[in-house]
Each structure stands twice: as C-alpha cells, then as structure tokens.
C-alpha cells in the first residue's frame, strides 16, 4: 500500500486522540457488515459510542476491558439507529483489523499525542 499525501502537522495536532477503556460491546443490528457498538469510558469526557467492524477479529465478550486508543472530535456519524461519536484506531488487514492498545496504566481520558 502506498503512502498517503504529506499533510501539515497542524492537521494532525487537530485530532483529539485519547485513551479509552472499552466498558461493553454488543452486535450492531441489521448491519451491513457485521460490526460492534462500542461503549468505551473516556474518564472526564464521559462515556462514547463507536461502531466498529472488527467481529472478525475479536468477540463481543472478549472487548470489555481492552484499553484503547481513539479519535474523540471528529463530527457524530449516525450508523444504522446508533450514532458513532468516537474513532477507534487500530491496524488493518484487509479485512481485520487489530485495535491499537494501551498499557493498562494509562487512564481513560488521557490525550496521546
């Protein structure tokens, strides 16, 4: 896969990257491809909704408890009858994608720079 275009870092600084802790997960309903509703505690900022195709590489039962990294400013996008109010960061695969994780130490809400 080839790079992307250069940016400005000044566009990076915009994205407000946080840790999270994912507190449960659950089936997104009548998707169509097969993704979770992620509830994840972003410590002060309260707890956020994302959608996220990843029920290839994980279970809903095995996410709760993962420490995360996330987008937390982009614009709400409605998916389906939930609205994705974060961007879970992970690498992806073609079709998998492996959730970037933090260290267990790290609290929900801190800024990742």
């Given amino acids: 896969m080839e790079p992307k ?3 400005d ?3 990076f600084a915009a994205c407000d990257l946080r840790a999270g802790t994912i507190l ?4 997104l309903e009548n998707a169509r491809r097969p993704a979770f509703v992620l509830h994840i505690d972003f410590g002060p900022l309260g ?3 994302s959608t996220a195709q ?4 994980y279970t809903a039962e095995e996410l709760p408890g993962k420490h995360i ?12 009858p939930h609205q994705s109010r974060c961007l879970v960061l992970g690498a992806v695969q073609g079709p998998n994608v492996s959730l970037l994780e933090l260290p267990r130490s790290v ?5 990742i720079s």
């Avoid at 990294?69 to 389906?80: H, I, M, R």
């Avoid at 609290?107 to 800024?111: L, Q, R, V, Y």
């Fill in 5 to 7: 275009a250069p940016i």
């Fill in 9 to 11: 870092p000044a566009d």
């Fill in 24 to 27: 449960r997960a659950e089936p």
């Fill in 47 to 49: 707890i956020l909704k």
């Fill in 54 to 57: 990843l029920t290839l590489d």
């Fill in 69 to 80: 990294a996330a987008v937390v400013n982009f614009p709400p996008k409605q998916v389906g």
């Fill in 107 to 111: 609290p929900a809400g801190t800024p």
